[in-house]
């Protein structure tokens, strides 16, 4: 027998469910020092979901001892990055003297800003014994004014991630940014943005409340489902991106799923601004991207102190 539940968490307006505007499958590729990634967007077919840049999956992988391997220093400006660590470690550092440890569950949201350089490398314990690598890197874009701010970061562990079970044993949402089911983020964000992990149980489903202002996604980290107002199926590594036509996106997980229906829902509020992007620096000109490039190759984004 399929579960539901409609959950009062807000209010707003209708009852209609979003369509999807189109499924892209994630792709292999490389980052860093020769890590595979499966790359959902920037594609061919998907350049980005406003305020959205891109979003990687990191493996999963298994490691042999010695084997692990990193980014290491590499310049960033213009944007955020957001790293959520399911297995594994990572330690980080950056030009502005900022370093530290990420761990299963936690979550580092660094503001690049103005620019840092930024290296981010497996921990001595993955380095050393192998094991596990399996993550999410998201990239969320600043505004015009928002650009050139100081570098600063939010480290939360993944103890003070607010995790909401949810009734009649549908399953369980992470709540890594913004507010879902009454219960809010640790995390503060420049603009509105929400950012949920959802473990749902195989005949399952939740219908979930979204502004009509928020371009939404889902990526799918297991499972399969039936996203949409017309159920369409879904499997592992896609990405499904929502219309703004509806105040709610419902989601059914397959009752032959062997597991629990995992996907990411991530939403936001667009900020209309032209967008200027070489690799590591994403500005709204191409003026500004050339500065960056020469303020890079001048020393001015710093050094990291290994």
Do not use: C
Request: net charge neutral.
């Amino acid at each position: 027998m399929q579960r539901s539940q409609q959950y009062d968490q807000e209010k707003f307006g209708d009852n209609s469910i979003r369509s999807l505007e189109k499924i892209v499958h994630s792709f292999h590729t490389t980052e860093g020092e020769g890590f595979i990634v499966n790359r959902a967007f920037p594609t061919n077919s998907l350049s980005d979901i406003d305020p959205f840049l891109l979003l990687d999956e990191m493996g999963p992988m298994d490691f042999k001892p010695g084997e692990a391997k990193g980014a290491p220093d590499h310049p960033h400006r213009g944007f955020e990055t957001v790293t959520y660590l399911l297995d594994g470690n990572f330690e980080h550092k950056d030009s502005t003297g900022h370093s530290g440890k990420l761990n299963p569950g936690d979550v580092q949201w660094m503001t690049a800003g103005s620019g840092v350089i930024h290296s981010e490398m497996p921990g001595d314990q993955l380095k050393k014994s192998g094991g596990r690598l399996h993550g999410f890197q998201l990239w969320v874009n600043l505004s015009k004014k928002d650009k050139m701010i100081y570098p600063y970061y939010q480290d939360v562990p993944s103890e003070k991630i607010p995790i909401v079970k949810l009734p009649e044993n549908i399953g369980q949402v992470k709540v890594i940014a913004g507010k879902a089911y009454n219960v809010s983020s640790k995390l503060s964000t420049r603009i509105p943005i929400q950012y949920l992990h959802f473990s749902i149980n195989p005949g399952s489903q939740i219908i979930h409340p979204i502004n009509s202002d928020y371009m939404a996604f889902a990526y799918v980290i297991s499972g399969e489902g039936l996203f949409g107002d017309d159920e369409t199926r879904v499997k592992r590594g896609n990405v499904v991106l929502f219309k703004q036509n509806g105040n709610n996106i419902r989601v059914k997980s397959n009752s032959k799923n062997t597991e629990a229906l995992q996907f990411l829902l991530i939403a936001g509020i667009p900020l209309n601004e032209p967008i200027s992007r070489y690799g590591p620096f994403v500005m709204n000109t191409q003026q500004e991207i050339s500065q960056a490039i020469e303020d890079f190759r001048n020393g001015k984004l710093g050094m990291i102190n290994h």
